[in-house]
């Protein structure tokens, strides 16, 4: 998505995990832990979702990255929120019921009550504004939109649909078209 917004020209190179490329050394000399997505730009390769959507965003001149030290502040504590208090709790759901990885009853109403957590923490700035950072769509806005898009197609949608605010936002950043072409709709 990231890409899409800042209009940045790329070439996407498929990394077939059936076949364990992401565990052949190709790919671990640019993702030294086996995982996906990496970067190619000239000789500089960079690995960790989160630090390549600051780079690209950061070298196309986007304001998917605030200008202001205080923006910036906000867009890097709200992808530590993502990380920390949503992703993990999220994953309980999408691996339970997306790729049919049974979790235990106990875990997954731990996990929903975590989500509701963030959810609430999530809801007060998108109260009073569009994006989690404010006016303006950022990296932080993007870190949550692969979980959220398996999250909706599961029971844990119930907690998303709790809080009013967060799926508002949740609407109005999976209908970006950057994001639809992403998700394949």
């Not at 920390?84 to 235990?104: C, D, R, V, W």
């Not at 932080?140 to 844990?156: C, N, R, T």
């Not at 709790?162 to 999976?174: E, G, L, N, Q």
Request: glycine content about 6%.
């Amino acid at each position: 998505m990231t890409l899409g917004e800042t209009e940045t020209p790329y070439e996407l190179k498929l990394v077939d995990f059936a076949k364990g490329e992401h565990k052949q050394e190709a790919h671990l000399a640019r993702q030294p832990f086996g995982q996906i997505p990496t970067i190619e730009d000239g000789a500089f390769t960079l690995f960790e979702s989160r630090a390549i959507c600051r780079y690209l965003a950061q070298k196309a001149g986007s304001p998917l990255v605030p200008a202001d030290l205080q923006g910036r502040a906000r867009m890097d504590q709200w992808l530590s929120v993502e990380q920390s208090n949503f992703s993990g709790h999220a994953m309980k759901f999408i691996y339970h019921h997306t790729f049919k990885l049974p979790q235990e009853e106990a875990v997954l109403a731990a996990a929903g009550t975590a989500l509701d957590v963030a959810c609430n923490a999530l809801s007060k700035p998108l109260a009073t504004q569009p994006y989690l950072v404010g006016d303006q769509l950022t990296i932080a806005d993007i870190g949550y939109l692969p979980y959220l898009e398996y999250v909706m197609a599961s029971p844990a949608s119930e907690v998303i649909a709790k809080h009013p605010h967060v799926a508002a936002w949740w609407t109005r950043i999976s209908e970006r078209p950057t994001w639809r072409k992403v998700a394949g709709r």
